[in-house]
C-alpha cells in the first residue's frame, strides 16, 4: 500500500513527554520543523547564534519523517546464538 501525504505528515508524539507535535515553517528561511506542544522540543527550526536555523528540512514531509525516527527502528539486532 503507497503512503499518502497525509500519512507522510502525521506526526508520533513527542518522544520525550508523550505531547501533541505540529508542523512549523519558516516562511523566512523556507524550511520546515516540528514542536512539541506540551515541552520546548523542537526539530528544525531551532536557530544558532548568528540567527539562522541549525536544520533545513526543505519539506514538511522532511521534517516529519525525522520527528517520526526513533532510536532503535530500522535497525537490526544479530541473534546471538
Known sequence: MQ???????????????AGPASMLKSVTFKCYGVECEKCPAQL???????????????SPEEAAAAWNQRAGEGVKVPAHG
Open 3 to 17: 503512503k499518502t501525504l497525509a500519512d507522510a505528515l502525521a506526526l508520533k508524539p513527542c518522544p520525550f513527554c
Open 44 to 58: 528544525g527550526v531551532v536557530f544558532d547564534s548568528y540567527g539562522d536555523p541549525e536544520h533545513r528540512y526543505a
